[in-house]
């Protein structure tokens, strides 16, 4: 049974294809070349492969760049060389090769030219419409996904929600508890925890959030971490941050399964370990690196470091940020190396 994904190939082959032969099969005359000695064969075959690459290019490649830099004035500067390059270069062929060779007559450069950059301008009109459209309903796809999966969540948070208030009632309770005995550690982690529950609760129902407002938050999930581990666990733990990120939203939660996944793996009880965050903002972009020494053998890491956590977020940068990230994931020996570029609002 022909597959979805194959139809919209196969029926683009079947237009060009019939265009193609139709040329062929029943036009007697096209400029100075002639169905009837076969001079018309090797121009419309060369001039159809020309007109796919003008097609295609920008159908396909200049539109989604387009759509994702938003510079009109470099858009256009490519689609029109790209157009009137292509229609030269046919013209050139066409007027140093074919009418040379199968033309008696003195053809001039210059009508040929006019001929080919109006036929190219149909080709080059159809490009257009083609690649908006399709740009403009994968793009809604796009947002019909998020809109849906983010309703997903959303029913999945109420449906597995303890009643917040009550809960942070508790923890007021614990912290006043903790600190009215003297016990600052046991009051520290309660205060850190409370906070983080009312981001994740609270603050992060958005759908983009102040850079700043997530790097204090990953700053407390860090130490909270830090002081959950036991003096006998020899771990250096580094959370490095450069550029000003006061200025720029990110979308929430983004950066933090990356770290949830190098406490979770990178800790080893045995032998020291390393986990080691960097997130610099430079311009628009945002670099986000995390390096954690390995704490079980490398097969048992691809399972696990990769798993649900990891994948979960690749989804979410796809729908969230398309076109405009990069993310790089590289396993090796003994560690774990996570880089992250992400263009900024």
């Known amino acids: 049974m022909l597959q979805r994904k194959h139809i919209e190939p196969l029926i683009h082959t079947t237009l060009w294809l019939t265009g193609y032969l139709a040329?062929?099969?029943w036009v007697n005359t096209l400029g100075s070349f002639r169905s009837a000695d076969g001079s018309i064969l090797l121009p419309v075959t060369i001039g159809t492969l020309?007109?796919?690459c003008l097609f295609y290019t920008i159908a396909l490649v200049l539109i989604p760049r387009y759509s994702t830099d938003k510079k009109a004035v470099n858009f256009l500067l490519s689609i029109l060389s790209l157009w009137v390059g292509l229609t030269v270069l046919e013209t050139s062929v066409d007027y140093l090769v074919f009418i040379n060779y199968y033309s008696t007559e003195d053809e001039g450069f210059g009508g040929q030219l006019v001929i080919n950059l109006l036929f190219n301008f149909i080709i080059f009109s159809m490009a257009l419409g083609y690649g908006f459209t399709k740009n403009w309903l994968r793009n809604e796809k796009q947002r019909q996904q998020l809109k849906e999966e983010m309703l997903q969540a959303e029913?999945?948070?109420?449906?597995?929600?303890?009643n917040p208030h009550f809960l942070f009632n508790v923890l007021n309770m614990a912290y006043a508890s903790a600190a009215g005995n003297?016990?600052?550690?046991?009051?520290?982690?309660?205060?850190k925890l409370a906070n983080l529950m009312r981001y994740m609760l609270y603050e992060s129902n958005v759908v983009s959030i102040?850079?700043?407002?997530?790097?204090?938050?990953?700053?407390?999930?860090?130490?909270?971490?830090k002081m959950r581990l036991s003096k006998e666990i020899q771990a250096a733990v580094k959370f490095c941050v450069e550029g000003d990120h006061s200025k720029y939203k990110i979308a929430p939660l983004i950066l933090i399964p990356f770290v949830e996944n190098a406490f979770k793996h990178g800790?080893?009880?045995?032998?020291?370990?390393?986990?080691?965050?960097?997130?610099?903002?430079?311009?628009?972009?945002?670099?986000?690196?995390?390096?954690?020494?390995?704490a079980q053998a490398k097969n048992e890491l691809g399972r696990k470091a990769g798993g649900v956590g990891l994948e979960n977020v690749k989804k979410r940068l796809a729908l969230l940020y398309p076109n405009n990230h990069q993310l790089q994931i590289s396993p090796k020996d003994d560690t774990f190396h996570t880089k992250l570029i992400l263009r900024l609002d």
């Open 23 to 25: 040329i062929i099969l």
């Open 50 to 52: 020309l007109n796919i």
């Open 155 to 162: 029913l999945n948070f109420l449906k597995a929600q303890v």
């Open 182 to 191: 003297g016990d600052e550690r046991t009051a520290d982690i309660i205060e």
């Open 210 to 225: 102040e850079l700043s407002r997530e790097v204090e938050y990953m700053e407390s999930f860090i130490e909270l971490q």
């Open 267 to 294: 800790i080893r009880l045995d032998k020291p370990s390393d986990i080691l965050i960097k997130l610099k903002v430079e311009g628009m972009n945002l670099y986000f690196e995390v390096e954690n020494s390995i």
